[in-house]
């Protein structure tokens, strides 16, 4: 009788965690303050500094010179389209199955209205597929998007 109530006591923790753990489908509407480069801003919640914002699926251009890393060619144009899309709009944030990365931003594919912020910055040539699991919704999908900007030479691929 003991080993059963374990077993059901394990089984019940392990559910638990899985589903606390996992954000899929979850949705937050948000205010932009601020644009930190073409795949991360800040939005406001309450704090001085505001909440970083982590575009899934896509890897912009860097905008600026660090130790590590170079100022990426289409990296200032991927920030200004941002910019003038989001900055001070009210955005919906939707996450996939992890919420956060190791430097702590949110995670979230990002919606203005009826426009998917991430897939447009594909198309458009400003980014590219950046795919890192457990975020894998809509994988095969910016990558077919990223294959019709280079075909098109829009943004980067000119």
């Known amino acids: 009788m003991l080993k059963r109530f374990n077993f059901l006591v394990s089984t019940t923790i392990i559910c638990f965690l899985f589903l606390g753990f996992s954000y899929k489908g979850e949705e937050r509407y948000v205010k932009v ?69 190791r430097y702590g931003r949110l995670l979230a594919y990002v919606y203005l209205r009826e426009k998917f912020v991430n897939a447009e910055l594909i198309e458009q040539g400003y980014a590219v597929t950046y795919t890192l699991a457990p975020n894998v919704q809509y994988a095969d999908f910016f990558v077919k998007l990223e294959r019709q900007a280079r075909q098109a030479k829009r943004g980067l691929w000119k």
């Open 33 to 101: 303050r601020r644009v930190i480069d073409g795949d991360t801003f800040v939005i406001e919640n309450g704090s001085k500094k505001g909440e970083r914002v982590r575009l899934i699926g896509i890897d912009a251009p860097e905008t600026r010179r660090t130790a590590r890393k170079e100022i990426g060619y289409y990296g200032v144009e991927a920030k200004e389209h941002l910019q003038a899309m989001l900055t001070g709009k009210n955005v919906k944030l939707v996450f996939d199955v992890g919420k956060k990365d």
